[in-house]
T-cell receptor
């Protein structure tokens, strides 16, 4: 069974601060996705990383996939209140069709 | 619309009732997934369809849960004799890919409350 440990579970920061969310596993994943979910809505895909060591940037968000493809991180620079939400990492592996294993999520609150 | 839609958005059922949750995937998406999300947790895989074939139902928690996708488009998740522990958000996701369908597009979910 593949498990993803996501930390921290809760993050409350002031506008303008930087933050990092971590996603760790003992299993190797063929790809790793980061999603953001708002209350009452489904998760929305932010990024997919597939190559060990890969770094992707999306405006103020930087995503990194570990060299061994077992871990990932999401770094947000100069957080804004609009970044508030539930951030989920999800790994694909173990099947050919892309079954996802999700972390528990990080609830981020950015105060103005 | 162009996205994944689910209905109903909210469902309250009395313990013991049967419920049916509907998912309309994005047109042309061959892969369809169902997930269960408990409050404050990440989604957990329930089942996977490739067109009309249910290829993986390993995540269904009991034989009270049944899913179908008879024409390879709309899917229905049915829960018989609902229990309080079935209370959760049920998410449907679809992907255009057959293999490596890890980039999935999610619907808004159905929040099921069993009283």
């Amino acid at each position: 069974t593949q498990l993803l440990e996501q930390s921290p579970q809760f993050l409350s920061i002031q506008e303008g601060e930087n933050l990092t969310v971590y996603c760790n596993s003992s299993s190797v994943f063929s790809s790793l996705q980061w999603y953001r979910q708002e209350p009452g809505e489904g998760p929305v895909l932010l990024v997919t990383v597939v190559t060990g060591g890969e770094v992707k940037k999306l405006k103020r968000l930087t995503f990194q996939f570990g060299d061994a493809r077992k871990d990932s991180s999401l770094h947000i620079t100069a957080a804004q209140p609009g970044d508030t939400g539930l951030y989920l990492c999800a790994g694909a592996g173990g099947t050919s069709y892309g079954k996802l294993t999700f972390g528990q999520g990080t609830i981020l609150t950015v105060h103005p | 619309g162009a996205g994944v839609s689910q209905s109903p958005r909210y469902k309250v059922a009395k313990r013991g009732q049967d419920v049916a949750l509907r998912c309309d995937p994005i047109s042309g998406h061959v892969s369809l997934f169902w997930y269960q999300q408990a409050l404050g947790q990440g989604p957990e895989f329930l089942t996977y369809f490739q067109n009309e074939a249910q290829l993986d139902k390993s995540g269904l928690p009991s034989d009270r849960f049944f899913a179908e996708r008879p024409e390879g488009s709309v899917s229905t998740l049915k829960i018989q004799r609902t229990q309080q522990e079935d209370s959760a958000v049920y998410l449907c996701a679809s992907s255009i890919r057959l293999a490596g369908a890890y980039e999935q597009y999610f619907g808004p979910g159905t929040r099921l409350t069993v009283t």
